[in-house]
């Protein structure tokens, strides 16, 4: 197995080249402090793992460049490694395999290497993928899902924090937006609303990940990969990308969140 692994500050590059050598003695690692670098490894040979910053000086960072990765290797695994966690939207926009928040630990470094290894590789993955933890938001390959009405969106992350649960209008009313579900008026727009959310997801090729069924709602858990769900199952993975945040621009949201944080 061949890893790159490239960050601008010479310790920490060490201190993951250190770790690597004890975790994988007989694999082939190289270490870079800087973008070019690695592009001139990689004109003249090809690489299982990429271990990258994500921030770098200069115009091309950890995201751009693990971009340009793929374009040459399709297979290449990404794990990315930062000091910001607001990056980690930008990194499964990128369907990073791996996400590390700095200081790195080797144990959490050796885990998840683990489990980048176990994963499909970029081409053969085809599920949508729904990030929870921090702002809410859905990819389809290497896009973002677009939503034309952002209560749409918002229905759609209640399905998902219902974990398949049939949904109805009357309690979409009551959780959205605080009414007993008795308003013809708006039980007409959620409707609206529920119209303009499928036809967003099947314009991003994932319509079948929403079922209908005489009027109530329900996301197909099985058709999708969450952090939140891996995070529920015990992946050690999902949990070291949970900081406390969950879908951070609902407020219904609070209630998931609070039973996901340790006890005081």
């Known amino acids: 197995m061949k890893i790159i692994v490239m960050d601008d500050e010479r310790l920490q590059l060490d201190t993951i080249l250190d770790y690597i050598a004890e975790l994988y003695p007989d694999d082939e690692v190289r270490g870079f402090t800087g973008v070019s670098g690695v592009l001139d490894y990689a004109r003249e040979n090809t690489a299982d793992v990429a271990i990258l910053d994500i921030s770098m000086p200069g115009n091309i960072n950890g995201i751009s460049l693990g971009e340009m990765l793929r374009q040459k290797n399709k297979r290449i695994k990404l794990l990315y490694c930062t000091g910001h966690a607001d990056y980690a939207v930008d990194a499964f926009r990128m369907h990073a395999n791996g996400y590390l928040q700095k200081p790195i630990r080797k144990e959490e470094l050796a885990a998840e290497l683990q489990y980048v290894l176990q994963m499909p590789v970029y081409g053969n993955i085809n599920k949508p993928y729904i990030h929870t ?18 209560k749409s969106k918002e229905i ?12 109805s209008n009357r309690e979409l009313a009551a959780v959205l937006w605080e009414e ?19 036809l967003d997801l099947e314009h991003a090729g994932a319509g079948h990940i929403v079922e209908r069924k005489r009027g109530n709602l329900r996301l197909v858990t099985g058709e999708v990969e969450c952090d939140y769900y891996d995070y529920l199952k015990g992946d050690s993975q999902a949990a070291s990308r949970f900081h406390n945040e969950y879908m951070n621009q609902y407020s219904w949201a609070e209630n998931t969140l609070a039973s996901l944080l340790p006890p005081l």
């Open 156 to 167: 759609l992350a209640y399905l998902a924090d219902r974990e398949g649960s049939w949904v």
């Open 180 to 198: 007993n579900g008795s308003d013809q008026a708006l039980s007409k727009y959620i409707t609206v609303l529920v119209r303009s959310l499928i």
């Open 133 to 150: 933890f921090g702002n809410f938001d859905v990819f389809v390959d290497d896009c973002p899902v677009t939503f034309k009405r952002s």
